[in-house]
């Protein structure tokens, strides 16, 4: 499979969208549900809001790396959307109210071509591109079962 395939996963939770927001806008609860990001902070003032640029540093076993992160779309209680421009990808969460409860979606396209410098660190240090997009796709359910326990709870 290609590293630039687009991955997605989805949950239903039972908590209203507003609920599955404030979770989801909480970046903590990003943290705490990814099996790569270790934190993402803000660089700007202003919350949260298209073109707020956040800092991230992930982990994948022994191998730690910073990344930037630039709100692109932000339709509150519907979907938020950042890309990190060193691997091209764009994250997006999509909510949708469901059966009483939320449909939380997550995708990730790969919009932009992988920087070159991203490419090379994917391939010594990660696995390569291929391996890690695996990894990543697994990582959206672990992702989003941990936001519906917070949510549910």
Same mark, same amino acid.
């Given at each position: 499979?290609?590293?630039?395939?687009?991955?997605?996963?989805?949950?239903?939770?039972?908590?209203?969208?507003?609920?599955?927001?404030?979770?989801?806008?909480?970046?903590?609860?990003?943290?705490?549900?990814?099996?790569?990001?270790?934190?993402?902070?803000?660089?700007?003032?202003?919350?949260?809001?298209?073109?707020?640029?956040?800092?991230?540093?992930?982990?994948?076993?022994?191998?730690?790396?910073?990344?930037?992160?630039?709100?692109?779309?932000?339709?509150?209680?519907?979907?938020?959307?950042?890309? %990190?421009? $060193?691997? #091209?990808?764009?994250?997006?969460?999509?909510?949708? +109210?469901?059966?009483? &409860? =939320?449909? /939380? !979606?997550?995708?990730?396209?790969?919009?932009?071509?992988?920087?070159?410098?991203?490419?090379?660190?994917?391939? %010594?240090? $990660?696995? #390569?591109?291929?391996?890690?997009?695996?990894?990543? +796709?697994?990582?959206? &359910? =672990?992702? /989003? !079962?941990?936001?519906?326990?917070?949510?549910?709870?």
């Amino acid at each position: 499979m290609s590293a630039d395939r687009e991955l997605t996963a989805s949950v239903q939770i039972a908590a209203p969208v507003e609920k599955v927001w404030a979770v989801l806008t909480d970046f903590r609860n990003l943290v705490d549900a990814s099996p790569e990001l270790l934190t993402m902070r803000p660089m700007l003032r202003g919350g949260l809001r298209v073109g707020q640029q956040y800092v991230g540093v992930n982990k994948r076993g022994w191998v730690y790396w910073p990344t930037t992160n630039v709100i692109v779309d932000l339709k509150p209680k519907r979907s938020i959307a950042w890309d %990190t421009p $060193l691997s #091209g990808a764009r994250w997006i969460f999509e909510l949708s +109210e469901e059966d009483g &409860g =939320t449909q /939380l !979606t997550q995708r990730r396209p790969v919009p932009k071509r992988l920087h070159p410098l991203g490419r090379a660190f994917a391939a %010594t240090l $990660l696995g #390569g591109s291929e391996g890690h997009a695996d990894e990543l +796709e697994q990582a959206l &359910g =672990t992702t /989003l !079962t941990h936001l519906k326990a917070v949510a549910e709870a």
